[in-house]
């Protein structure tokens, strides 16, 4: 691999990681508005409460396996094109 086509290689990999990352923040930062609604409503229940818990967990698993895979670009990108 050229140096420059490495160089452009790791650019697009940052960029497109950044964007992903930033996607992400809009996400929590949206199920944090929708959730503060949530708890702040006066009629809440308790089963509310554990269905609101039951989304969070899955989002939660959801970020962290796309988090692992954004890793594995980084790693395998790194250990396939390191110069």
């Known amino acids: 691999m050229t140096s420059s086509s490495y160089d452009q290689a790791i650019n697009n990999l940052i960029a497109s990681i950044a964007l992903e990352e930033t996607s992400l923040s809009q996400i929590i930062q949206s199920q944090a508005t929708k959730l ?6 006066q009629g809440i229940t308790a089963n509310d409460l554990q269905d609101v818990e039951a989304c969070l967990t899955s989002m939660h698993q959801a970020i962290s396996k796309l988090e692992t895979i954004l890793e594995a670009k980084i790693e395998f990108f790194d250990s396939e094109y390191s110069q």
């Open 36 to 41: 503060d609604t949530i708890i702040n409503n």
